[in-house]
């Protein structure tokens, strides 16, 4: 008690409760990456039988939209209001952190090896950093930089960069783009967790989504012969249209609810190392499910990316929250 009877504040109830925040955002970024993971498996079947990459992620986002807003709308209608002044991050949300991010990486992959294109697209927790250090003016920890770069470091050996390089101005221009709107889509999650919840938050980017996506790949001109013939995964024989089903619950809708969701509970800049688990999961079942051998460099690379995202977590938690986060709703460079 001070002199004047007043109770003093409880430090290590305030430092457990912290704790614990961390802990269910990192749990739920680690089911985000885990869900976004599945997308390679699930979808390159389908390319295989003829679909273009543009049509794959067309169907991928309509359907978790669709799903999203019938749920949603049955379940909790109230979540599907929006207010005015949310109606800019809500399209800016849909159209650069669902859109933009994966045509663009399509893109990339189209003229550049996927090794390059994904280390270009995951520089993204670089571009947040910097974002954090010298828009915010927040002063980071040197061992949170230190685990970034090791991640980044460990995600290079998992994609064999070094493999078929070569040099496409256009490729590395779109995959930069990809990185670029990675790191608008954690600044723009954690921006909208201030006002937002953030099942209501992912369906109306979905929507958004989906409407932009619709414009560059119609859903009418989906061949239809494609989307019911059969495609292996693993053992299985299974109609296309299925995976793209799956593809759509799991590696969208859901993996779009954990990701958005984790922004509650950790700073941008963290969960995007973090969110560097998903090409480990990607590649892992794309072994186990695909056939696609592992070598001891992706197997090695994949302890250094985990080790450098341990490194960020265990730094983050030294950070005060007033910090790493937006707790006055501000947004990010005002």
């Known amino acids: 008690m001070t002199a004047t009877g007043a109770a003093e504040p409880d430090l290590h109830v305030t430092t457990d409760s ?3 925040v961390r802990r269910r955002g990192t749990v739920l970024i680690v089911l985000a990456s885990c869900c976004f993971g599945t997308s390679g498996v699930l979808a390159k079947p389908v390319m295989d039988a003829g679909l273009s990459p543009q049509q794959v992620a067309g169907v991928r986002i309509g359907l978790a939209a669709l799903v999203l807003l019938v749920v949603v709308g049955l ?12 109606l800019r991050l809500l399209a800016g949300y849909g159209l650069v952190g669902v859109a933009a991010v994966q045509l663009l990486y399509f893109a990339a992959v189209s003229r550049i090896p996927i090794g390059i294109a994904m280390l270009l697209e995951f520089t993204s927790p670089i571009l947040v950093a910097l974002w954090v250090r010298f828009v915010r003016r927040t002063v980071l920890p040197a061992r949170m930089w230190i685990g970034t770069v090791l991640a980044l470091t460990g995600l290079a050996m998992v994609a064999q960069v070094w493999q ?19 790191a608008a889509y954690f600044l723009l999650g954690e921006h909208g967790m201030t006002t937002l919840n953030p099942l209501g938050m992912v369906t109306w980017g979905m929507v958004v989504g989906a409407v932009a996506m619709a414009v560059i790949a119609p859903p009418w001109a989906l061949p239809g012969d494609r989307l019911a013939a059969e495609v292996g ?22 993996a779009y609810l954990f990701s958005i969701s984790s922004l509650a509970h950790l700073p941008a800049n ?20 695909l056939d696609q ?14 080790g450098g995202a341990t490194i960020v ?3 983050s938690a030294r950070v005060p929250p007033a910090e790493t986060r937006l707790e006055t709703g501000e947004h990010p460079g005002d």
């Not at 379940?75 to 002044?85: E, F, G, K, Q």
């Not at 490729?171 to 990675?182: F, R």
């Open 313 to 315: 977590q265990l730094a």
């Open 75 to 86: 379940t909790r209608p109230s979540l599907l209001r929006v207010r005015r002044t949310d």
């Open 18 to 20: 912290q704790t614990l």
């Open 233 to 254: 995964l693993g053992g299985w024989r299974l109609p296309a249209w299925v995976l793209l089903v799956a593809c759509a619950v799991v590696s969208t809708a859901l």
């Open 293 to 306: 051998k592992l070598t001891l460099v992706q197997v090695a690379g994949a302890v250094v990316l985990l």
């Open 164 to 182: 078929g390089l070569r040099l496409d101005t256009l490729g590395l221009l779109a995959g930069v783009g990809a990185a670029l709107c990675a």
């Open 270 to 289: 963290v969960a995007s190392v973090l969110a560097l688990v998903e090409p480990v999961v990607a590649t892992s079942l794309a072994w186990l499910l």
